[in-house]
């Protein structure tokens, strides 16, 4: 069962497979940099221990093996290690861990040790060898402050220290206490639930003709778990309301007989 999308998704807004919307807010351009610097800091200091060992080892050697010690460090230094960390930290760097953010892939899902090597070969390039000029200039025109490798990734970069706002839940629409009270409600899918929430908290941004198509596909798919209907000519908002607000008061009445059920297991 699929659910409806919304005609009122913005740029940022991503899908998930229950076609709910995530707002994951990207990183803003200030963030990014000190992120930036932080890992920037990290990884000369990376290469200066680095390529100690390696020169050290290969110092009594010829040439070429000077050479490859030098390319070797490189590699591990600005492809190896970047690439390990954020695959390991599921899009962690140490100047995200210490800001606050994460790389994502554009469908919001965890990155892959393929997203995280295209981010640290691109890196290279717009970030140490032309010293962060694209990198720069691609996150402050980008609207998700991508910079070039995300875009050869296919990922970006968001907060994660968001603070949790929760719109307060639907209440029970008065004319359909007494029908929601004797009406036969089973629990609604996740997914469906979810957008059911959604759709109720957007309703003063929608405009009528997306208010009306999407309640009513809604209200058709819900309706599939309620008996019987609601009265004749109820609005879809309506319904779907009273249909979230008695699901929350049955499940709290039932959270609370099981507490009080516990307590008194555990006093006798």
Known sequence: MSTPEYATLTADDL?????????????????RLVSGLIDGVATLVLLFAVLFVYLTAAIRTDGALLHVALVGAMITVFLVFPTTLETLTRGKSLGKLAMGLRTVRDDAGPITVQHAFVRALVGFVEIYALTGVPAFFSIMLSHRGKRLGDYAAGTYVVRERVRLQLQPPPQMPPPLAAWAAA???????TGLALAVRQYITRLPTLDPRARTEVGHRLAVEVAEHVAPPPPPGTPPEMFLAAVVASRRERDLARLRREDDLRRRLTRS
């Open 15 to 31: 899908v998930t497979g229950e076609a709910v919307a995530l707002d994951l807010p990207p990183a803003g351009l200030g963030s």
């Open 183 to 189: 009406a036969d409600m089973a629990s609604l899918p």
